[in-house]
């Protein structure tokens, strides 16, 4: 079992940044991560999944360029870092652990554990 626990939302305005926070009970090590947004009335999209360890992020194409990915083992933890935000990255923020194998990365039923989620709002 693993719990996964967010924070770092809040309220920024159009081109600000935010960082996100996602905190494990357990490393997962040697597995994969990933993080997810869901705006009101739409569907979980992901934003980007990596390998906890060694490992090159990969990016939604709406992210990409703007978000980055990293992990602190030290601490359990990932980060997300929102750069140049826009009003439509507003969404709650997930961070996800552990998919099923062989399930496509976009896919929301693939992942074991979520977090609660953190909400971002961003402001024109």
């Known amino acids: 079992q693993v719990q996964l626990v967010e924070s770092g939302g809040g309220s920024a305005q159009a081109g600000g940044s935010l960082r996100l926070s996602c905190v494990a009970s357990?490393?997962?090590?040697?597995?994969?991560m990933g993080w997810f947004r869901q705006a009101p009335g739409k569907e979980r999209e992901e934003v980007a999944h990596f390998f906890i360890g060694i490992g090159t992020p990969s990016y939604s194409d709406s992210v990409r360029g703007r978000f980055t990915v990293s992990q602190d083992k030290a601490k359990n933890t990932v980060y997300l870092q929102m750069n140049s935000l826009k009003p439509e990255d507003t969404s709650m923020y997930y961070c996800?652990?552990?998919?099923?194998?062989?399930?496509?990365?976009?896919?929301?039923?693939?992942?074991?554990?979520w977090g609660q989620g953190t909400l971002v709002t961003v402001t024109s």
């Open positions: 996800a652990a552990e998919k099923k194998f062989g399930a496509p990365w976009y896919n929301a039923g693939a992942w074991n554990y």
């Open positions: 357990v490393w997962p090590a040697g597995k994969y």
